[in-house]
């Protein structure tokens, strides 16, 4: 007698299998060794035993898939409750240097449906030591290479831009709907506006600013600390730039993956 089918989902189709685990099942398939076999969010060439509702995924490297089956392998990967979760967010990001060109682009990776994207500045050679643009990028304006490095890493994120300068008069009107806003100026100025002005006009939403990312070494100072219910800041709080002590690409991006590693875990928590 044939055991009882399960029924699993492929590549976001669903389908019925005699299999009883995934190596078995992956087998089955006759594709070739290097395919990326991926086990309920879990890249694996390990037999891990099958159950009801199971999601599989069999990518073949080097090859692009239709974007329906890009969008379910993402969310695959991601874990699929979170994922849907981050879709269905918005986060806003004010400022495009160093820490927001590579806050929105772990967001996009990560799945989060809507980001908007505020900068006024165009790409210039001193950019390219920090930030997440190219040379192909120079004299454009921040927010439209962005746009472009986004679409070509994640289609299904939507982006809105504002090439603009925020102060505290259209300061009311940018972020709608967003959940989270993350503060990524690298002028002390901007900072200080957008930390004492935001929560009059946006009292519920959430601001995740940067303070102390300068210089290198001293990896483990930068820390995310809560200050209020709605405003965390991520930095050592201490290494300002200054003559002798620049912005350096590593410690830049660990605090810039600070702050984006919060917007998933409140996202996730709320």
Not at 23 to 29: A, G, N, Y
Not at 53 to 76: N, T, W, Y
Not at 140 to 162: D, F, G
Request: with cysteine; hydrophobic share 40%; proline share 5%.
């Amino acid at each position: 007698m044939s055991s009882q089918a399960l029924y699993i989902t492929l590549n976001g189709v669903p389908l019925a299998t005699q299999a009883r685990d995934s190596l078995e099942f992956f087998q089955s398939l006759n594709g070739k060794d290097s395919d990326v076999w991926i086990v309920n969010g879990f890249a694996t060439k390990e037999p891990v035993a099958l159950q009801n509702g199971d999601e599989l995924f069999c990518i073949p490297k080097g090859v692009l898939p239709p974007q329906d089956a890009l969008d379910s392998m993402m969310r695959a990967r991601h874990t699929p409750k979170l994922h849907n979760k981050l879709k269905q967010a918005k986060v806003a990001i004010c400022g495009l240097g160093g820490l927001g060109s590579h806050i929105a682009i772990m967001l996009a990776r990560s799945g989060v449906g809507e980001l908007i994207l505020i900068d006024f500045d165009v790409v210039e050679p001193s950019n390219l030591n920090r930030q997440a643009y190219a040379i192909s990028d120079l004299g454009k304006y921040k927010t439209s290479a962005l746009q472009e490095h986004i679409r070509q890493i994640n289609p299904y994120t939507t982006t809105h831009i504002h090439t603009l300068k925020i102060d505290e008069y259209n300061l009311p009107t940018l972020f709608g709907d967003a959940r989270i806003v993350c503060e990524a100026f690298d002028n002390p100025l901007a900072k200080a506006m957008l930390a004492q002005n935001f929560h009059k006009h946006y009292p519920h939403t959430f601001l995740i600013c940067a303070s102390g990312l300068a210089g290198y070494g001293n990896s483990n100072a930068i820390q995310t600390k809560q200050f209020a219910p709605y405003l965390y800041i991520c930095g050592d709080q201490v290494s300002a730039a200054q003559v002798g002590r620049g912005l350096m690409s590593p410690r830049v991006n660990i605090c810039a993956a600070h702050q984006a590693n919060l917007v998933l875990e409140l996202l996730a928590k709320n």
